[in-house]
Nanobody, 114 residues
Framework: QAPFVESGGALVQPGGSLRLSCAASSQSQDIFNMAWYRQSPGKQREEVAQIRGSIPTNYLDSVKGRFTISRDAEKKIVFLQMNRLRPEDTAVYYC????????WGRGTQVTVSS
């Protein structure tokens, strides 16, 4: 079983917003050092944003000022608020714990298109 379940992806028009959720599969799952990644067809998976505790520590240059990573420690959920979406943000989005062996979930599809 994947340690996290991603959700919230959808088809949205350019300029729109989405909030993705990354929920821990178990209440014992650690979510201290987490990151969101994305992968578009034909491209390598890339890190989009990282959070350590409650502090965002890194954003991909192309999403700075548009995306915000946050978490609800009690509910064991990590969020990615995405604003002013662009067609190039289209991808499957994944989350993972940066300090644990990589086990990818199914991800959630974000499609930005008019």
């Amino acid at each position: 079983q994947a340690p996290f379940v991603e959700s919230g992806g959808a088809l949205v028009q350019p300029g729109g917003s989405l909030r993705l959720s990354c929920a821990a599969s178990s209440q014992s799952q650690d979510i201290f050092n987490m990151a969101w990644y994305r992968q578009s067809p034909g491209k390598q998976r890339e890190e989009v944003a990282q959070i350590r505790g409650s502090i965002p520590t890194n954003y991909l240059d192309s999403v700075k000022g548009r995306f915000t990573i946050s978490r609800d420690a009690e509910k064991k959920i990590v969020f990615l608020q995405m604003n002013r979406l662009r067609p190039e943000d289209t991808a499957v989005y994944y989350c993972k714990n940066e300090q644990e062996p990589t086990v990818w979930g199914r991800g959630t599809q974000v499609t930005v298109s008019s």
